[in-house]
């Protein structure tokens, strides 16, 4: 569970407490419901992290809403991505293992993350891993709901494949860019968990993929 399950459940308790006492029980049911709900949605699952060669892992769980080839100041590139709604998981994961080389905090609007037009203009946090022989990016992209976007790492940092980076504050998006010659494994309405779906291959991997099924259980780094 993530630690701000607690910041924003034990005031709620508190207030259920107090609202009992001094009232009647039947006050302490909404904050109570309002606890629970928050200790649900800040959960922090285990996963299973694919170690098959050159594989991408889902940086967030959540709903495939776009797999397009885009241009971008680097090229053509594919970007794939991912719809959380409030009932998933929103800690992020790091989809390659490698080294963090950039990250650019962009301020900008709240727009409905499921819009085309929220992957570059919403307020979002945008991170270059490289690793593998390649760069991966991946973008934690605000939503309508989401206002408060958390990375835990810094330019530098090594990081293994699937390990937690970092979290979205409720509804949001979370978009990867990919070199163009990276095989998709995933297409449009899918639904992925984050650091157990694997999206895409790496073409070095192309020469391995008869170790592709094999998963080790590890957990990822915090």
């Given at each position: 569970?993530?630690?701000?399950?607690?910041?924003?459940?034990?005031?709620?308790?508190?207030?259920?407490?107090?609202?009992?006492?001094?009232?009647?029980?039947?006050w302490?049911?909404?904050?109570?419901?309002?606890?629970?709900?928050?200790?649900?949605?800040f959960?922090?699952?285990?996963?299973?992290?694919?170690d098959?060669?050159g594989?991408?892992?889902?940086?967030?769980?959540?709903?495939?809403?776009?797999?397009?080839?885009?241009?971008?100041?680097?090229?053509?590139?594919?970007?794939?991505?991912?719809?959380?709604?409030?009932?998933?998981?929103?800690?992020?994961?790091?989809?390659?293992?490698?080294?963090?080389?950039?990250?650019?905090?962009?301020?900008?609007?709240f727009?409905?993350?499921?819009?085309?037009?929220?992957?570059?203009q919403?307020?979002?946090?945008?991170?270059?891993?490289?690793?593998?022989?390649?760069?991966?990016?991946?973008?934690?992209?605000?939503?309508?709901?989401?206002?408060?976007?958390?990375?835990?790492?810094?330019?530098?940092?090594?990081?293994?494949?699937g390990?937690?980076?970092?979290?979205?504050?409720?509804?949001?998006?979370?978009d990867v860019?990919?070199?163009?010659?990276?095989?998709?494994?995933?297409?449009?309405?899918?639904?992925?968990?984050?650091?157990?779906?694997?999206?895409?291959?790496?073409?070095?991997?192309?020469?391995e993929?008869?170790?592709?099924?094999?998963?080790?259980?590890?957990?990822?780094?915090?």
């Open positions: 569970m993530v630690r701000d399950a607690y910041y924003y459940s034990v005031p709620l308790i508190a207030a259920a407490v107090l609202l009992g006492w001094l009232t009647s029980p039947a302490a049911i909404i904050p109570l419901v309002l606890a629970a709900f928050l200790l649900w949605f959960r922090d699952p285990e996963r299973t992290i694919s098959a060669p594989a991408i892992v889902s940086p967030a769980d959540g709903k495939i809403t776009d797999v397009a080839l885009v241009s971008t100041s680097g090229g053509e590139r594919y970007r794939i991505s991912i719809f959380l709604n409030v009932f998933d998981v929103h800690v992020n994961r790091s989809p390659i293992a490698g080294t963090i080389r950039k990250i650019r905090y962009q301020r900008g609007e727009l409905n993350a499921m819009g085309a037009a929220s992957a570059e919403n307020e979002q946090n945008i991170v270059d891993v490289e690793g593998e022989g390649h760069s991966v990016t991946f973008k934690q992209i605000a939503g309508l709901i989401a206002r408060r976007i958390v990375f835990d790492k810094k330019v530098g940092d090594a990081v293994t494949r390990e937690r980076v970092g979290m979205i504050k409720f509804g949001s998006r979370t860019l990919l070199d163009p010659t990276a095989r998709l494994n995933v297409k449009v309405g899918e639904r992925v968990k984050g650091g157990a779906s694997i999206l895409a291959f790496l073409p070095a991997a192309d020469r993929l008869v170790g592709a099924g094999r998963v080790v259980e590890r957990e990822g780094g915090r």
